[in-house]
């Protein structure tokens, strides 16, 4: 496994993979890997020759007073889990490296895709996520990239920038890895007390009721956000940011689940923002 | 020479020229092919292996009331000056196959280089060229793109984007070609009387006093832009919208001419609003 720090060298390796006739897959990642990341390193060595991890806690995503400083930052343990996991070159570039002159330039997807859920609380986030995607995939040039459904905003967002800017790479989105409690995994758990991370199970607990209730004929979003507001609630110090249903490729609200819908949330606990989410599926026959 | 509408078999097309071990050539133009375009497409031929011109008129860089639906369309005599100068593909797309969905994702160039000169008097414009030129470069892939310096301000915009978004092409800035006046080349000269056109001769002189002016030891921009604007005003019904002495990278104001500078102007003659500019150079002995 080679590690590089600098946009020639992982366009030198990656050109000699090219070259030789392998696929590249790539996993864009800011560190602090966990079990999640490790699903997206396997599934890229199950679909690629070659796959690129990028290790990057890129600035212009984080909005003032969030967490850019504390960030986890675990490069040593990131190291070995790419290592593990199959990764054939890890790019851990510095801010500098990224953005060596005043960023001028900017991707950016309009519309209810980046305004709704975190876009309401995290303005400039998403502009941030996609400008970042765009330069990686200008220096990976991956065949596809490899992304959890855990945020399955900045899922939608990209898949729409790829496919709107004729993008040439596939995008792959993987399925959410979860603790045991069900909490999904997260840099950010880290941020957690004991007592928090039993607590913020809630949230996973709430998304599982959600998906019952559609089973067992609920339509209504409302009557579906209310039931998970009042279990998270329940919980001492859980700051709701938002509970919605939303179509699952616009992100637009919906006021009843018809076929396919996303029941996303988005709550504090302690010191920790956590997202999560899950489909709602309503069959034909349903 | 091939042509073709479709992005796929442009994909095809050009992905065979590579593995064949071809650099590719890249020439984006909106049709109406002159003189200019043709020292771009030789300029390709003489520098990579196999060259592709695009015709689009794009409409997401015209603002509302400018000239989209009448901007020359001349596809047959076009396809012959491509023929004749050695390109190898023709790209034709319709507007549905570059925009076949709701385009939400832009990408976009901020601050003096997007907002000055044309900017002020087109909001919108560089927006719509960054963003199809971006998707031309995804689906082509060139490894040189080349452009005119007639279209100063957008190649100064382009050059900026690429390098801040990692793209992985060169950009090639080729001189402005002019006719026997000087009128700098443009589809738009179409729109001129006879008349019109003798009249607009003025502003390539304009630019050539401006720059003897320098020569000759001027250094005081407002002093330049009042000999040139005087010039222009003698002409009846020459409209100006800017002349401005920038920064040829930043395309920030310059109060004082030192080592290099630009002078710019965008002034309508009759129904065409035409742009022109000339490079001011200070020797280190001046």
């Known amino acids: 496994m080679d590690i590089a720090e600098k946009i020639e060298e992982i366009k030198v390796l990656t050109r000699k993979a090219r070259t030789s006739g392998k696929s590249i897959g790539f996993v864009p990642t800011m560190g602090a890997l966990h ?14 020759d070659y796959v690129v991890v990028s290790i990057f806690v890129n600035p212009v995503q984080f909005s003032p007073g969030e967490d850019l400083e504390n960030y986890p930052r675990t490069l040593e343990d990131d190291r070995a889990k790419c290592q593990s996991a199959g990764a054939d070159l890890i790019f851990v570039p510095s801010v500098k490296e990224m953005y060596p002159d005043k960023l001028q330039s900017w991707v950016e997807v309009e519309g209810q895709l980046t305004e709704n859920l975190c876009g309401k609380s995290r303005p400039g986030h998403f ?9 990686l995939f200008n220096i990976v040039m991956p065949d596809i990239a490899f992304f959890g459904r855990k ?3 900045q899922a939608a967002v990209l898949k729409k920038m ?12 993987c399925p959410i890895i979860r603790e045991k409690s069900g909490l ?4 950010r758990n880290k941020y957690l007390s004991d007592k928090e991370r039993q607590d913020a199970a809630v949230l996973y607990q709430s ?10 004929g609920t339509r209504n979003a409302r009557l579906l956000v209310d039931t998970m507001r009042k279990m998270i609630s329940n919980v001492d110090g859980a700051e709701i940011d938002y509970i919605q249903i939303v179509d699952p490729d616009t992100l637009e609200d919906v006021d009843t689940v018809e076929k396919q819908a996303m029941a996303a949330l988005a709550v504090k606990i302690g010191p920790a923002r956590l997202i999560d989410n899950i489909m709602l599926n309503v069959s034909a026959a349903g």
């Open 35 to 48: 079990a999640g990341h490790v699903s997206l390193i396997e599934a890229a060595c199950s679909r690629t």
């Open 151 to 153: 945020d399955a905003q």
């Open 184 to 187: 999904a995994m997260s840099s």
């Open 207 to 216: 998304l599982v009721k959600c998906r019952e209730m559609v089973d067992s």
């Open 162 to 173: 790829v496919k709107d800017l004729n993008m040439p790479l596939q995008l792959q989105v």
């Open 127 to 135: 502009r941030g996520v996609t400008t970042v995607c765009a330069k």
